[in-house]
């Protein structure tokens, strides 16, 4: 009797040990699916499962459903339509997070390849989508293609504002397939408010 109590003492502080790294482990990274939880949790994927349940955490499309509304509700300097990808987490002028899932025809002459610019345009997104003004441009960017992205991948994009002067601000913008990063950005992005933008289309109609 006593060993049996002992057993489910044991299995108790575990399930909670297991249930507290869960959280931990989506707060760092919400994308992660129930197998990659299972692999870092060494637990089965219907272990998994269980405990999201229990904890009240949905499975990952409705994550990023939910974490897509919040931060589109943030979203100021592209109109929804005109976002690369699906944007999942923003604070506006400090960071945001995007994601791509990549399709056949995104693929360079007919191989497994992502064509490059692919990768800059999400990048280039969200950069632009992190800047809280009216219309934001790129005015200039310097980037290093590091690794090669194969069409089916899940291409994540986070972007970091960095220093910002006047209307100014350098975003810089990292891609990653999994764990390893296949592209790096430095962007120089400017914001421009409506007014600004209005005055400048009338000046370019005289």
Same mark, same amino acid.
């Given at each position: 009797?006593? =060993? &049996? ?6 299995? &108790? ?8 790294? @869960?959280? #931990? ?12 939880? &299972? ?8 272990? $998994? ?12 499309? /409705? ?14 300097? %592209? ?5 690369? *990808?699906?944007?999942?987490? %923003? ?5 945001? @997070? &995007?994601? +791509?899932?990549?399709? #056949? ?30 219309? $934001? +441009? ?13 069409? *089916? ?8 504002? *960095? ?6 601000? =350098? ?6 397939? *999994? ?8 962007? =120089? ?6 007014? /600004? ?10």
């Amino acid at each position: 009797m006593l =060993i &049996s109590r002992e057993v489910n003492s044991i299995r &108790s502080t575990n399930k909670r040990t297991r249930q507290q790294k @869960l959280r #931990k482990l989506l707060r760092l990274n919400p994308l992660l699916t129930d197998k990659e939880l &299972s692999d870092r949790l060494d637990a089965s994927i219907g272990t $998994v499962r269980l405990d999201r349940a229990l904890l009240g955490i949905p499975e990952l499309r /409705e994550r990023m459903k939910l974490m897509a509304q919040e931060a589109t509700s943030k979203l100021r300097s %592209l109109k929804q339509e005109e976002v690369i *990808g699906e944007l999942l987490e %923003l604070e506006p002028d400090k960071w945001a @997070l &995007s994601m +791509i899932q990549t399709r #056949k025809d995104m693929d360079f002459r007919h191989t497994d390849l992502v064509w490059d610019h692919y990768i800059y345009s999400h990048a280039s997104s969200v950069a632009i989508a992190v800047v809280q003004a009216d219309l $934001v +441009i790129v005015s200039s960017m310097r980037g290093n293609y590091k690794a090669h992205a194969r069409v *089916g991948d899940v291409l994540t994009a986070r972007a970091k504002v *960095g220093i910002h002067k006047g209307n100014r601000y =350098i975003v810089s913008v990292r891609t990653r397939v *999994g764990n390893e990063e296949i592209f790096v950005g430095r962007f =120089i992005v400017s914001a421009i408010d409506q007014g /600004e933008n209005m005055f400048a289309e009338r000046s370019a109609s005289l």
